[in-house]
């Protein structure tokens, strides 16, 4: 919030009732509200996905709030000092999906801030190029250069990639310079992989899909909400609504799911698939638009099969499983006399049965 509150809502209570929106304003189901930050705005915030009793949040510094002790008065911790984001304020925040003692995060000045939990310090932290003016050629110039370069002041968004610990997605909402970088820990001089021609402006907000970790949605300034295939940089599809969304998310649970919301607050879903092949009566999904000039053709993970088997000529079984990692296996069937005889017996009571 605004005055550095952060309250947490249990939903079940909130959905409780004829009116979901007189819940709201009453208060239904807020089960805590702490001014963890005070008198600076929230940011963003974010569970632990392997300790939800931890949730980080960023004002004008990092603060980490322990949950299992007391939900009313949590115990709140910094994740290290000193504050690497003194004087900016803090735009995202990102758990790493495989070392749970690891966090990042970002500010509107384009400083990238790497925490390790257990030694209760910063790990890494450098400034993303284009968050400086002159871009490349300030961030790697002289020491002179860089501290003399002009940094923009930018709504930087990271997170983590949910497949490789070290290597993180960079963007922000520069007109100028709509990329999004992907950078690695282990090579940090420059970006692994970028992508310049997704967005025509800012890009506000981006999600990396967690049920396939090859996608990732984007929304920018354009009023276009992307899915692009990070591995290939091609565009998979393009959603037919034409809001600026300040906030795109994949759902955890529902496969193909994704809740946007706009500056005014109004949240929409958007689904990766035409809304017949997800039963959900009573809703509508805004569906994307599959135009094969300007998509490149793709299946997700969660449509495509997890194993297999088809019978062929010579008593002969084909097999295949995700853990075999593309491998197929043929088995050859020993003929069962028994089962052969019974078969042909079963024809021939089915020839004696009168079709008329």
């Given at each position: 919030m605004e005055d550095g509150a952060i309250t947490l809502w249990d939903p079940r209570k909130i959905l409780d009732g004829t009116s979901t929106m007189d819940n709201l304003k009453m208060g239904k189901g807020c089960?805590?509200?702490t001014k963890i930050h005070t008198g600076v705005p929230v940011g963003t915030i974010e569970?632990?996905?392997h300790k939800k009793n931890l949730l980080a949040s960023g004002g004008s510094e990092v603060l980490i709030q322990d949950l299992n002790a007391n939900l009313k008065t949590p115990n709140v911790f910094k994740p290290g000092v000193p504050n690497f984001h003194e004087g900016s304020?803090?735009?995202s925040i990102s758990w790493n999906r495989i070392v749970p003692h690891i966090l990042a995060s970002a500010s509107e000045n384009g400083k990238i801030v790497v925490w390790d939990l257990k030694v209760n310090k910063s790990i890494f932290t450098f400034t993303e190029p284009s968050s400086i003016s002159g871009g490349m050629d300030d961030y790697f110039g002289s020491g002179d250069d860089q501290q003399n370069a002009q940094v923009n002041m930018k709504e930087t968004q990271m997170m983590w990639n949910p497949e490789i610990p070290t290597q993180f997605v960079v963007a922000n909402d520069d007109d100028k310079n709509p990329s999004i970088n992907i950078w690695d820990l282990r090579n940090p001089d420059y970006p692994v992989a970028t992508f310049n021609d997704i967005h025509y402006s800012?890009?506000?907000s981006f999600s990396w899909c967690?049920?396939?970790p090859s996608l990732v949605v984007s929304s920018g300034k354009d009023s276009r909400t992307v899915v692009t295939n990070f591995k290939t940089g091609e565009q998979v599809l393009e959603f037919p609504t034409k809001t600026n969304f300040?906030?795109?998310?994949?759902s955890n649970y529902n496969h193909g799911k994704i809740c946007a919301m706009n500056d005014q607050g109004e949240s929409s879903v958007l689904s990766f698939e035409p809304e017949g092949l997800y039963s959900n009566p009573g809703r509508t999904f805004a569906t994307p638009n599959i135009s094969q000039s300007t998509n490149a053709p793709y299946m997700p993970k969660w449509v495509q099969p997890r194993c297999g088997a088809r019978f062929g000529f010579g008593n002969k079984l084909v097999t295949f499983n995700q853990k075999a990692k593309g491998l197929v296996h043929v088995h050859h069937c020993g003929t069962n006399a028994?089962?052969?005889?019974s078969v042909e017996e079963f024809d021939k009571q089915l020839d004696k049965i009168p079709m008329d």
């Open positions: 089960v805590s509200a569970f632990n996905p304020r803090i735009t800012g890009i506000l967690l049920s396939d300040n906030k795109v998310k994949w028994g089962l052969a005889n």
